[in-house]
Nanobody, 120 residues
Framework: QVQLVESGGGLVVQAGDSLRLSCAASGRTLSSYVVGWFRQAPGKERKFVAS????????YYADSVKGRFTISRDNSKNTVYLQMNSLRPEDTAVYYC????????????WGQGTQVTVSS
């Protein structure tokens, strides 16, 4: 499977600030994969944030982040980014990147997560 490592978190930012998370992938070529971002707030279930089909670059977003977050990829670095703008306290969570083959029913590769804290 794909190995994933998140970075860019571990910071406390204020509401309205921006932050970019990175997800570095290794172990597989990603041309047939979907890479996504999920987040889990304290006491909450892990939820989908955004995803991108590696081959096409077509992104998908949860309604809660549309217009504020942008997912992108850098092919040369095998890295997916999550640019988060206009952050809100409710965005506070551990953010995970994940990967699946486009034909797979679920994500089967997960990173360790990175904390994002947004103060009010």
């Amino acid at each position: 499977q794909v190995q994933l490592v998140e970075s860019g978190g571990g910071l406390v930012v204020q509401a309205g600030d921006s932050l970019r998370l990175s997800c570095a992938a290794s172990g597989r070529t990603l041309s047939s994969y979907v890479v996504g971002w999920f987040r889990q707030a304290p006491g909450k279930e892990r939820k989908f944030v955004a995803s991108i089909r590696w081959n096409t670059g077509i992104p998908y977003y949860a309604d809660s982040v549309k217009g504020r977050f942008t997912i992108s990829r850098d092919n040369s670095k095998n890295t997916v980014y999550l640019q988060m703008n206009s952050l809100r306290p409710e965005d506070t969570a551990v953010y995970y990147c994940a990967a699946r083959d486009y034909s797979a029913p679920t994500y089967d590769s997960w990173g360790q997560g990175t904390q994002v804290t947004v103060s009010s």
